[in-house]
């Protein structure tokens, strides 16, 4: 079974500061995409950026990029130019491309408060 | 495009009440999800739909819980006997089936069961 770890629970930065979330996985599967999703008080969970675990390339969109280390099962987002609207939680999610479901494995979540 | 639908936002109920909640998804989504959240942990996977039929349902979907998508629009999810581990928020989320497909999640239902 995939498993996915966020081992932080909480960051706190400046705003405009660039702040990097970690996050990691264990799978046995060559291909997969991986996820970050954000959580704001509103409660819906908003899709940040996604990889495919055959691109080599890192995922980029706009102010947020993903560092994609593969072999060592990391899987880090920054975050440049922080804006107070980033204030939320930030998940980390994992999913096989099979047919079928949108089966997404979450980490547990790290609570992102970007001050002014 | 007017997002997921969830109702209600949320619901207090007595331990050993039914409870349903509905998910209307975007229209012409044929995929449907629903995910639990506990407080404090991300959101698990709990059952999906394609189109009407209910394709997958997690263990975590016990014998109490059950799901319906009648004509493959609306959902609902019902639990009965309720219990305090039920307390949670109960995310829907749908998508357009296709290989690349994106999740849009809904706001959630929060279930507090007393």
């Known amino acids: 079974a995939q498993t996915v770890t966020q081992s932080q629970p909480e960051m706190s930065v400046q705003e405009a500061e660039t702040v990097t979330l970690s996050c990691t996985y264990d799978?046995?599967?060559?291909?997969?995409?991986l996820f970050w999703y954000k959580q704001p008080p509103s409660r819906q969970m908003i899709l940040v950026i996604r990889?495919?675990?055959?691109?080599?390339q890192n995922a980029t969109e706009n102010r947020f990029s993903v560092n994609f280390q593969k072999a060592a099962k990391s899987f880090s987002l920054k975050i440049s130019d922080s804006q107070l609207g980033d204030t939320a939680m930030y998940f980390c999610?994992?999913?096989?491309?099979?047919?079928?479901?949108?089966?997404?494995?979450f980490g547990q979540g790290t609570r992102l408060t970007i001050n002014p | 495009d007017t997002g997921v639908s969830q109702d209600p936002r949320h619901k207090i109920t007595k331990r050993g009440q039914n409870v349903t909640f509905r998910c209307d998804p975007i229209?012409?989504?044929?995929?449907l999800y629903w995910y639990r959240q506990t407080l404090g942990q991300g959101p698990e996977f709990l059952t999906y739909?394609?189109?009407?039929?209910?394709?997958?349902k997690s263990r975590l979907l016990s014998d109490r819980f059950s799901a319906e998508r009648p004509k493959g629009s609306f959902s609902t999810l019902e639990i009965q006997r309720t219990e305090q581990g039920d307390s949670a928020m109960y995310l829907c989320?749908?998508?357009?089936?296709?290989?690349?497909?994106?999740?849009?999640f809904g706001s959630g239902t929060q279930l507090s069961v007393l």
């Open positions: 999610a994992f999913m096989k491309p099979l047919q079928g479901a949108q089966k997404l494995v």
């Open positions: 990889q495919e675990a055959y691109k080599q």
């Open positions: 799978t046995s599967e060559n291909n997969y995409y």
């Open positions: 989320a749908s998508s357009a089936g296709t290989l690349n497909e994106k999740l849009f």
């Open positions: 739909f394609q189109n009407e039929a209910q394709l997958e």
């Open positions: 229209s012409e989504h044929n995929r």
